[in-house]
């Protein structure tokens, strides 16, 4: 071999070698930089205002709000007889309340239910209210939680029928 025919062998693995390094080294860099990189970016933007409710305008997307037509729940009240107990007490001296209740339905056909169970509602709210003291009904978290354990008992003894609210008419504490 002649020192030209070395030369040109040595200048052509060079090349090679120099195209072999210079490949792996931008061809990867370049493909995160420029495809993956703005991929992930727009669906990050896309995401954003998805969730955010501002792209809904220009998909034609219809809040709730607009879609539902708003019917009027029928709520329906059955009076409860007026109730008269002895409060518990540590003193000699008797302390009385007496209650009128209102109680709020779901349903018009909740109230067949609720006279056929009446008897046991009405002694489910005299044993409870009996072990009352008068401490125990003073402030608007007394009263909180008489609506809610009167509530408790009443959805229990007519198990069926759904009771949403307890509504006091009338409550005297004497």
């Given at each position: ?66 879609e539902e ?13 007026e109730l ?24 018009q056909i ?65």
């Open positions: 071999m002649t020192d030209q025919a070395i030369a040109d062998d040595l200048a052509e693995s060079s090349e090679q070698e120099e195209e072999a390094v210079a490949a792996p080294r931008f061809g990867r860099k370049k493909l995160i930089l420029f495809v993956a990189a703005p991929l992930v970016a727009i669906l990050l933007i896309a995401a954003g205002l998805y969730f955010s409710g501002f792209l809904n305008r220009f998909i034609g997307a219809k809040s709730e709000a607009h037509k708003v019917v009027p729940k029928q709520t329906v009240f059955y009076d409860l007889p008269l107990v002895n409060l518990s007490g540590a003193g000699r001296k008797a302390s009385f309340l007496k209650m009128s209740i209102s109680l709020e339905l779901e349903s909740d109230v067949a239910r609720l006279q056929s169970v009446m008897p046991r509602i009405i002694d489910n709210f005299q044993v409870y209210l009996r072990e009352l003291r008068i401490e125990d009904l003073r402030g608007s978290a007394g009263m909180y939680r008489l609506r809610e354990e009167l509530l408790l008992r009443v959805n229990a003894s007519a198990a069926p029928a759904k009771i949403v609210d307890v509504l006091f008419k009338e409550m005297l504490v004497q």
